[in-house]
């Protein structure tokens, strides 16, 4: 009863403490870790598996600060085995969640592709928006124009996120090359959103240890009160 009160606790606790940088941070911006039977560190990215945890802040620097100083080992007083890959093999976790959860939002009918589909459904109110790691400079500054007609100053405050490649977004949505997408209001375009966010996060940083890296840390409006670049050529999505 002891262990399954800790681990009730553990789970449902305001917040935790990073193993890496002993920052304190909700549950929600950490990744939890637990051993394995063969005594093998595991990401935990849905926190519930069974037995003691630890966790680290849910960022690619952290995840690789804390291997390197055996941190995990340190906090769960035992050996433990950490692949040297761990840091690799999170960001590919996060990849296919944020891929599979865009398939399941698209099953549902909450995602348009496609440049103009994308400006006509933020006319009519969006979730968030879903940019291609790739996409060029010109169209990142239209859809941010869009946003800002439809939204006005709170324009900022819709969710832009550049997680996938073109053709990642692509395979996710059926198509080969997707460079826009709009998440519809819905439950599984909410849950598509945050794991596409996670993604983001994880390999950028948090904001209070890490400057904005380029457009993946601004919003499309942000983006377009900028000077525009002369515009590319983008492929069909």
């Known amino acids: ?13 305001p917040e935790r403490t990073c193993v890496a940088t002993r920052v304190v941070r909700s549950p929600e911006e950490l990744i939890r870790f637990v051993v394995g039977p063969d005594d093998t560190l595991v990401p935990d ?21 804390a291997v390197k100083r055996k941190a995990f080992a340190r906090s769960l007083k035992a050996s433990v085995r950490v692949s040297p890959t761990l840091a690799d093999d999170i960001e590919e976790l996060l990849r296919r969640d944020a891929q599979a959860s865009l398939s399941m939002a698209n099953k549902a009918g909450q995602v348009v592709g496609g440049f103009s589909k994308v400006e006509a459904a ?11 790691t790739d996409a060029a400079q010109d169209g990142v500054r239209k859809i941010g124009q869009a946003l800002r007609r439809r939204y006005g100053e709170n324009a900022s405050a819709i969710p832009v996120v550049a997680a996938l490649d073109s053709s990642e977004l692509g395979l996710a ?6 460079i826009h997408a709009a998440l519809l209001l819905g439950p599984a375009a909410r849950a598509c959103l945050a794991r596409c966010r996670a993604l983001e996060r994880y390999r950028a940083g948090y904001p209070e240890r890490d400057a904005p ?19 590319e050529q983008e492929r069909n999505d």
């Open 122 to 132: 933020i006319q009519q109110g969006v979730a968030g928006v879903l940019q291609a």
């Open 1 to 13: 009863m002891r262990t399954n009160r800790r681990q009730e606790a553990e789970h449902d606790g």
């Open 45 to 65: 990215l849905k926190r519930k598996l069974p037995g003691r945890g630890v966790w680290v802040t849910a960022c690619r620097r952290d995840v690789e600060e």
């Open 213 to 231: 890296a380029g457009l993946t840390h601004m919003t499309l409006a942000e983006a377009g009160t900028t000077t525009p670049e002369p515009q």
């Open 173 to 178: 949505l059926g198509r080969s090359h997707v």
